[in-house]
């Protein structure tokens, strides 16, 4: 399983990179078979899971890092294991400096599942240190507008399941 965390600390851009991430999927001939979202009545209703699945492959995506997210993604994430398993997850996480409790239940869900697992971390905190960006969530759209093949096949390189990269990303 190939596990892809998109840590940060709150409202930095990890449902932002989600939802592209997600476009990009969609783009792929990836169908969904599953979702969850947050309650409208939630200030973060943005926040989704959700089941992608080709005929080869299955991503389970999740932009949410606060504890009723994590509790819906371990939900989902079980109800929909049916013996398939998942080829990789995409999930946000929070920093383990900032919230190690948070941080510990995210890699509860998949760790004791998964011995062969491929952990790729993309620090939103420290891309925005970095390079001493303002608007992390216009940086990331921009990026991936520009130069979505580069970061995408970045990603893509590191996964078993293989996912062809355009650089449309619609708006």
Known sequence: MEVVLIQGSPNIGK???????EEIIKQNSFKEEARERRPNDCRYEQDFTAIYNN??????????SEKEG????????TKHYNNKGYN???TAIRPKKDSPRLHKWVKDIYKNNFVNKNEIEIDLDALKQKYKIEDLCSFLKKTLKKDGVKVLNKV???LKCKVRVNCHVSK
């Open 15 to 21: 449902t932002t990179l989600c939802k592209l991430i």
């Open 55 to 64: 005929e080869s492959c299955r991503i389970i995506i999740n932009s949410e």
């Open 70 to 77: 994590i509790d819906r993604l371990a939900a989902l994430y």
């Open 88 to 90: 990789v997850l995409i």
């Open 156 to 158: 893509k390189n590191n």
